[in-house]
C-alpha cells in the first residue's frame, strides 16, 4: 500500500454533471468499456432521430442464473422474485428504524458469491492515479478511521408495479410493489480517503466500483460483464463508503461480504456489493449500468434516454398487508415509512378516502437527507366495506408527491401516492 498526499480536484454539481455525461454519452465523447457498438449505435442513433430507444426487454431484472440467495427468507418476511427478495413492508412494523439484516431485501443479477474475507483484496487502479495501482486487504481498509453512518439502499426500481397496476402502463423488470428498500446502519471508511491513499490525481473525473459476483448475461444471452456502474468523483469523494459492517455486523453475504460501496441518497445500483476493484479514470466512464439501464427512457423523457439515474425519489408506504381487513368501530393505529433522495421528510399526510380529505400523520423521527421517517395515524372507521388508504409525503426541498408519475419504459423511480386497498369487516 503506497501513500500519497491528498489532490486537490474540482466538484463539479451533480446536475452539471448529469447536463455534461448526457451530452458527452450522446456525442460520443466517452469511454465505453462492455457496451457493445451495437447499443452504441442504437443510442447515438436515437438520440438524433426519435424519442425512445427502442426497448429490448432485456433488463437487468431477468434471471439468468437459480436464485443464488444465501439467508433464508421466509414467506412471512419477504417475496422471492427471480434472483431477488422483496422485505414485506407491513412486517417492517415489528421493526424499529433500522432493517434487520435476516430482513433487508436483495438485489442481485445473478447469485450471491460466498467470499473469505481472509482472501478479499481490493484493487484501486486507473489513469486518474499518480503512481499505478495499488492494493488494499480488509485490515489495511480497518486501519483508516471508521466513520459510521445510517442510510437506506433502495433499488431504482421499487414500486415498478404500481406503473402498471395503478397507472394502467406496461414497464419491464422485476416487478417490486414498495418493499425494496431498507435503512440499516453501516460502518466501514470513506472511499475519499482509501483514493487518496491510493494517489488520486488532478485528471481524475470517475470512480467506477466493480463487484465480483459472477458475469451478467442477459437473457437474449449478451455477456455485460461484472456488475459495475461509474460514480463522478465529487460523489465519490463526498459522503460514499466502503462498509464492512452493517447493524453491528460484519457484512452479510447477500449484502456484499466482505466490503460493499455505500452511496447515500442514490438509486442501490450506485451502493455496488463484493467491490473488488475500482478504476478511477481520467475520462468519462461508462458501463451498461449507466447506459442502457438505469436512465429514463420513454415519451416523456430526452430523445435517446435522460442521464443516468444519481438520486432516488421521495415516497412513501404503509406498514400494511394489500388488502388488509381491518375492524369496523376500532380505532386503528396505522402506521408507515416516508424517505426521500433529495432531502429529509418534513411533512407526511394521510388520506383514509382515496385522496378527498387528508390530515397530517404523526412524524416519529427527526428529519434526515439519506434516511426514512416512521409515522402514524390513528383511524375509526365507521362502516364496513372497500376502503382506499393514501400516503404523501413532502421533503426539506418543498418536493411532494405527485398523483402520477411520468411513464419510462424500465419502470425506475415511481414517486406517485399509492393508494392502498383495504377492507373494514
Ligand atoms: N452489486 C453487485 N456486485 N451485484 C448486484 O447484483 N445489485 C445492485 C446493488 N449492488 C448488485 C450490486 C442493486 S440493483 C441494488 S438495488 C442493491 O445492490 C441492493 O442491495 P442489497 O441486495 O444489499 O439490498
Redesign the pocket.
Known sequence: MRTSSPAPVTHPSEAAYDRRRLSQWLSGRARAEGVSRRTLLRLLGAAGVTGAVPFTGAG?AVAVTAPGIVKPLPDAWFTVRGTNAETRFASLAETGYHTPNER???????ATPVLDAADWTLTVWGDGLDHGSVEFTLDDLKRFPAVTRSAF????GNGRSLFTTQQGQSVSGTAWTLG?I?AARWRGVRLADVLRRAGLGRRAVDVMP????AE?VTADGTNLG??RRPLPLAKALDDVLLAYEMNGEPLPP???HPV?VLVPSW?????????GDIQVSAQPLYSPWNTDFYRLFGDAHPAGGSAPLTRQTVKSAWELDWNAGLARDTTHRLTGRSWSGAAGVVRVEVSTDGGTHWQPARLHDASRRGGWVRWSADWRPRSPGAYTLAARATDATGRTQPDTTAHNTQGYLFDAVVRHPVTVT
Not at 439502499?153 to 431504482?156: D, G, I, L, Q, Y
Not at 466493480?210 to 459476483?213: I, N, Q
Request: aromatic share 12%; charged share 25%.
Open positions: 437487468p433487508f431485501f436483495v438485489r442481485n443479477h445473478t439502499v433502495e433499488c431504482a425494496a431498507g466493480r463487484g465480483l459476483d451478467y461484472r456488475v447477500d449484502h456484499g460493499r438509486i442501490g445500483i450506485s451502493s455496488v456489493k463484493w467491490v
